[in-house]
């Protein structure tokens, strides 16, 4: 196979590839977060908000923030 032909396969799906591997990380981001939340907060409408969060993209990031934002509250990490 020419490389011509290879580097033109790589280019045109690998950007896409990343979807699906955000899609399966969004189970997991979805549930730790749902266990982070206080039982206070576990409501329908919390829970599908959590839910539209993670979908947007919103899952992953903000986990540095979070920890500064504990710790000065005082709260532990683990």
């Known amino acids: ?32 977060a749902l266990y982070e939340l206080v039982d206070e907060e576990i409501t329908p409408e919390r829970v599908a908000a959590l839910e539209k969060q993670v979908k947007e993209g919103g899952g992953g990031g903000g986990g540095r923030r979070r920890w500064r934002r504990w710790r000065r509250q005082g709260r532990s990490v683990c």
């Open 1 to 32: 196979i020419p490389w011509e032909l290879i580097e033109a396969d790589i280019r045109a799906t690998h950007p896409y590839k990343v979807f699906t591997l955000r899609t399966m990380l969004a189970v997991p981001y979805f549930e730790k």
